[in-house]
C-alpha cells in the first residue's frame, strides 16, 4: 500500500517537466545551466561564447534550460540535475538552500550572490499618449494595465511590489492595499509571463504594460511604436545565481560550474548583461554605463522593503494585499 | 434500430479476458490519475479540500466555467443540429469542403486556436479593428472565453447528430410531408425525436470538454481571478505557486462534475432512444 501510495505521490509532483540533460553521460565537461527565461538571450548568444572561449581548461559544452523562475526551481527540487541556477529572485534560490541542493553560502563575490539588476518600469505607446509617469496614473480610469499574473510570473512579483513600494513604506498596509486595488481595477489581462504580457502589449491590447528594464530595452530595440517609462519610485530587480553544490558533486563539475558563476560577474560577463539591457552589479562597470541608464527619484531594493520573506507574505499569501486587492475590485 | 452485435458469439474465455484487458486499461489510463488526484486534493482532509474550493478565486472560477459551458452547449446543440441538418440534407458546391472543415477544431493545437482569435478579434486584427470602432470587444471578457470555447467544441454536436439523420429515412420525412405536415410538425415529430440522443451526446462532450478547456481560452480570456479566469487556468496558477492541494480540489471538483453530467447525459439518453423505440 505504501508502494502505491508513493506511486501516485510522485505521479501528482508538479513541475517533473524540466528537461533531463542529453548528453549527461559525457559528464565533466558538460555544464548545466538552468535559467529563468528572460535570460535566454544574454545568456546563449554572449555569455556562454564568451565563457566557452575564456575557459582555461580545455573545450566545454554547455546544455541551456530556461523556464520560468518558479517553474525552473521546481524542476531543479524534482530532480533535473542543473548545475548552475540562475534565477529572477532571491527568494528561489532560498527554496534551493531550504531543498539542501545548495549547501554553501551562495551570498558572496562581488554582486553578493547578485550578477544583474533591473528595473520594473512602464512600457508605453509612442509618444506617451496617456501621459503615464508615476504609479497613480496607472489608477486614472480607461487606463489599461497589463502585468503578469504573480502566482506564475516572478517579474510580477517584482512588478506588484514596485506598484505599492511607496506606499508600503511610507503609508504603511492600508494605503498599499488601495493603490494596488486601484492599479487592479484596471488590468485587462495577466498574463502567465512578462514576456507574453510584452506579446500582448505587441498585439496592440493595453496602455502600459509593466515590465523588466531589459525586457522592454529589447523589445524597444526592434519595435519602434513603444516607448519606456521609469516611474518616480520602482523597485531594484536583483537576479542571483549559483553552483547546486549536489548537483556538481554528483557530476564532477564544481570547477567548471564555479568558473561560469565567476564569469557572470567579470568585466565580459557584465558588459554583455549591459549589452542586453541589464544593469550590473560589479562597480566599475555601473560606473561605465551609468549614462546609459535613466535614475528613478526613489529606488527600494527588496531589502529596503523588509526581504522576500516579509513581502511575499504580505503581499502573495493566499490573503495577502493583492488577493485581497482583488477581491476589492471584484465586491465594488 | 441496429443489429445485435455478434460479441455474443465469443467462447466465456475469450470475452472475460477481452473485458478484464479493457477494465484494466481504463483504469490504467483513466482511473489511477483520478484516484491520484483524489488523494492529493485530501491529503489535509475534506476541511482543508472544502477551504480550497470556498476560497473565493476559486468559487468565482467554478461559477464562470460552468456557466460558459452551459451558454456554449445550448448554442452548440442548436446550432450544431442545424448544420448538421443542412449539411445532410442540401446540395451545394463545395458541399464535400465544408464537411471536412467541420472537424478541423479537432486538429489544430488549442493555443494556435486561442492565438488566432486574438490576431483576428484584437484591436489590431481585421474584425477587432471593425468591431472596437463600433465599441464591441470580445477580448479579455466573457464573451472571449465563448468565443474561443465555441470554435473548440463545434464539431461534437455535429458529428454525433449527422450519422443519426444520415440513417433517417428520407422517405418517412417526405412522407409526413405529404401527409400534409408542415416544416414545423415534421421538424417536432419526426426529425427531433430521432436525433435528440445525438444532440445530447455531442452537448455532454462538448460541455465537459468546455469545463476543462485550457489552451484556448488562457490566450483570450484575460485571466483576471474573480473576473475572467476559469477553472483550468486557475488549477494552472496553483500548480505554478506550489498550491498542489489547490489545485487538485478544483480539479477534482471539475472532474466529479464532469462525470456526474456525462453519466446524467448517458441515462437521458438511453431514456429517451428506448422512449422513441417503443413509440
Redesign the interface.
Known amino acids: 500500500m505504501r508502494a502505491v ?1 508513493a506511486l ?2 510522485l ?2 509532483l ?2 517533473l517537466g524540466g528537461c533531463g540533460g542529453a548528453g549527461s553521460k559525457t559528464r565533466g565537461k558538460t555544464l548545466t545551466i538552468a535559467a529563468y527565461t528572460v535570460t535566454r538571450e544574454v545568456l546563449g548568444r554572449e555569455i556562454i561564447p564568451g565563457f566557452k572561449q575564456s575557459f582555461a581548461g580545455g573545450p566545454v559544452q554547455v546544455e541551456e534550460s530556461y523556464e ?1 523562475s ?2 525552473q526551481t ?1 524542476s531543479l527540487i524534482s530532480g533535473f540535475e542543473g548545475d548552475v541556477a540562475l534565477l529572477s529572485m532571491s527568494s528561489d534560490m532560498e527554496k534551493l538552500v531550504k531543498a539542501k541542493l545548495i549547501t554553501h553560502d551562495w551570498k558572496t563575490g562581488p554582486g553578493k550572490g547578485m550578477v544583474s539588476r533591473s528595473l520594473v518600469v512602464f512600457v508605453v505607446r509612442k509618444g506617451n499618449p496617456k501621459g503615464l509617469r508615476d504609479w497613480p496614473d496607472l489608477t486614472r480610469p480607461g487606463v489599461e494595465v497589463l502585468t503578469p ?4 510570473s516572478g517579474g510580477a512579483r517584482w512588478n506588484i511590489t514596485a506598484i505599492c513600494a511607496d506606499a508600503l513604506k511610507q503609508r504603511g498596509l492600508e494605503a498599499a492595499l488601495q493603490i494596488l486595488a486601484a492599479v487592479r481595477a484596471n ?6 509571463s512578462g514576456r507574453e504580457s510584452m506579446t ?1 502589449f505587441e ?3 493595453g496602455d502600459v504594460a509593466i515590465t523588466y528594464e531589459n525586457e522592454a530595452r529589447a523589445r524597444l530595440a526592434r519595435d519602434a511604436d513603444i516607448e519606456i517609462v521609469i516611474p518616480r519610485s520602482t523597485v531594484l530587480i536583483e537576479n542571483p545565481a549559483a553552483v547546486l553544490d549536489v548537483y556538481v558533486d554528483r557530476n564532477g563539475t564544481r570547477a567548471l560550474a564555479e568558473a561560469f558563476v565567476t564569469y557572470l560577474t567579470s568585466d565580459d560577463g557584465q558588459r554583455a548583461f549591459v549589452r542586453h539591457g541589464f544593469r550590473p552589479v560589479v562597480p566599475k562597470i555601473e560606473a561605465e554605463s551609468r549614462a546609459q541608464f535613466g535614475q528613478p527619484e526613489r529606488l527600494y531594493t527588496i531589502q529596503d522593503l523588509g526581504g522576500w520573506k516579509s513581502v511575499g507574505q504580505t503581499l502573495f499569501d ?1 490573503d495577502g494585499l493583492w ?1 485581497q486587492a ?2 476589492r ?2 465586491s465594488r | 434500430m441496429s443489429a445485435r452485435t455478434p460479441a455474443r458469439r465469443l467462447p466465456p474465455s475469450g470475452a472475460l479476458g477481452l473485458r478484464a484487458a479493457a477494465l484494466a486499461y481504463i483504469g490504467l489510463l483513466v482511473l ?2 483520478i ?3 483524489s ?2 486534493a485530501f491529503e489535509d482532509g475534506p476541511r482543508g479540500f472544502l477551504a480550497e474550493l470556498a ?3 476559486a468559487l ?1 472560477a467554478l461559477r464562470l466555467t460552468f456557466l460558459c459551458a452551459l451558454g456554449v452547449t445550448l448554442f452548440n446543440a442548436v446550432v450544431g443540429s442545424i448544420v448538421a441538418y443542412t449539411v445532410i440534407r442540401y446540395r451545394f458546391p463545395g458541399k464535400a469542403i465544408l464537411n471536412a472543415l467541420i472537424d478541423l477544431p479537432f486538429a489544430i493545437p488549442t493555443v494556435v486556436v486561442g492565438f488566432i482569435l ?2 483576428l478579434y ?3 486584427g481585421i474584425i477587432g479593428a471593425i468591431l472596437k470602432s463600433n465599441g464591441i470587444v470580445l ?2 471578457n466573457q464573451a472571449g472565453i465563448i468565443l474561443a470555447l465555441l470554435f473548440v467544441t463545434f464539431p461534437f454536436v455535429v458529428r454525433a447528430v449527422q450519422p443519426i439523420l444520415e440513417e433517417l429515412d428520407r422517405e418517412e420525412e417526405q412522407a409526413a410531408w405529404t401527409l400534409g405536415a408542415g416544416h414545423w410538425e415534421t421538424l417536432r415529430r419526426v426529425i427531433l425525436p430521432v436525433i435528440t440522443p445525438g444532440i445530447i451526446t455531442g452537448a455532454a462532450l462538448s460541455f465537459t470538454r468546455a469545463l476543462g478547456e485550457f489552451g484556448s481560452v ?1 490566450l483570450i480570456a ?6 475572467t ?1 476559469v477553472a483550468a487556468v486557475y488549477v ?9 492541494r489547490g ?2 480540489a478544483v480539479s477534482l471538483f471539475l472532474l466529479v462534475a464532469a462525470f456526474g453530467f456525462l453519466t446524467l447525459f448517458t441515462l437521458l439518453q438511453a431514456r429517451l432512444s428506448r422512449h422513441h423505440h417503443a413509440a
Open positions: 501510495t501516485l505521490a505521479a501528482t508538479p513541475g520560468a518558479g517553474a521546481r499574473n504573480p502566482e506564475t488590468v485587462i489581462k495577466m498574463d502567465k500582448t498585439f496592440g491590447i493566499k488577493a482583488g477581491r475590485v471584484a | 489511477l490519475p484516484i491520484a488526484i488523494v492529493r476560497r473565493p478565486e468565482a486574438v490576431l484584437g484591436p489590431r477580448l479579455n488562457v484575460g485571466n483576471i481571478p474573480l473576473k479566469e494552472y496558477g496553483q500548480v505554478e505557486s506550489d498550491n498542489v489545485a487538485t
